[in-house]
């Protein structure tokens, strides 16, 4: 039975970090020029029912270089965007292709199109999950500082997708999350009752002082363009030098990406020596390339 990955409890720990670890090794291994052709005649479906950059380019490239080939699916592609049951699509590209990747406007979407696949389905992003973004958080904050077990990471901002992922990886990974966001944008609590490693602070300052890492995201996700209260709600919450301050004197700065500069980071904070956020972009390759390895080998 084909193992799937739309979201991070799916994988146990110690998947997780082989994977962490391989993608580390995919990374030297690109940079070395050495071949690792290891899913030569895969092909990997593309299906987005919104736009992508980096999720798109990393799996697109990232299965080239594995020795595959993708296929891009968007809404006006498919029939899933002319009605078809989902289960009819899973099945119908189960016999075609070897591997899926969908991002989606809903995780019960995704879950559905799993529940009916043959073959293994990756979440490239849903209102709930990204946790392929995490798996190249993951990776910077261990190729940065070692390890995270038993870090301290300050999450700022909206409590939607990104949030809510970190707040899965805290209890798989060990680490301590402070998570600092206005009141009505709280993560959902069903995924806070699930972990014991988070807490709420009052303020962004009390949630980065003395952190390893800080972390935040766009104030309005997609889907929340339009929503004009956001930027009033968040005034406060943008993570700045001044505030990075607080934090380690080591500390790590991760932005999922894409930023609004001006929102929920100021205009240097992004080149700020303390930001990774190139390399965390770029690693986005590495770890989506380890994991389509082993989900197809």
């Avoid at 999720?55 to 078809?84: K, M, Y």
């Avoid at 591997?99 to 529940?115: F, G, S």
């Avoid at 303020?203 to 930027?231: I, Y």
Wanted: charged content about 25%; proline content about 3%; overall charge negative.
């Amino acid at each position: 039975m084909s193992r799937h990955f739309l979201r991070l409890r799916d994988f146990s720990v110690d998947e997780l970090n082989n994977l962490i670890e391989r993608a580390i090794e995919l990374k030297r291994l690109r940079h070395d020029g050495s071949p690792h052709q290891t899913c030569a005649n895969k092909t990997l479906a593309m299906i987005f029912e919104l736009s992508s950059t980096r999720t798109r380019v990393a799996f697109e490239a990232g299965i080239a270089q594995l020795g595959g080939q993708s296929i891009f699916l968007s809404p006006r592609d498919t029939q899933l965007g002319r009605g078809e049951p989902i289960k009819d699509t899973a099945r119908v590209l189960a016999k075609m292709v070897d591997i899926v990747m969908i991002r989606a406007k809903d995780q019960a979407t995704i879950d559905e199109y799993a529940r009916h696949s043959d073959i293994p389905v990756i979440n490239g992003m849903s209102n709930e999950l990204h946790p392929c973004q995490l798996l190249a958080d993951i990776m910077t904050i261990v190729e940065s500082q070692g390890e995270i077990e038993g870090r301290e990471v300050a999450f700022v901002g909206d409590g939607y997708n990104m949030c809510q992922s970190f707040i899965e990886a805290s209890t798989i990974f060990g680490f301590d999350l402070k998570v600092a966001t206005p009141l009505d944008y709280r993560p959902s609590a069903k995924y806070v009752k699930c972990s014991n490693h988070v807490e709420f602070m009052d303020s962004p300052s009390d949630a980065v002082l003395n952190a390893d890492v800080v972390v935040t995201d766009v104030w309005s996700s997609m889907g929340h363009e339009e929503d004009t209260h956001r930027v009033k709600a968040f005034d406060g919450f943008q993570i700045t030098s001044n505030l990075l301050d607080k934090a380690k004197h080591d500390a790590i700065f991760l932005h999922c990406l894409p930023a609004h500069r001006g929102e929920e980071v100021d205009e240097y904070v992004l080149d700020d020596p303390r930001s990774l956020v190139w390399e965390e972009s770029g690693n986005r390759l590495h770890s989506q390339k380890a994991l389509m390895e082993f989900l197809l080998n």
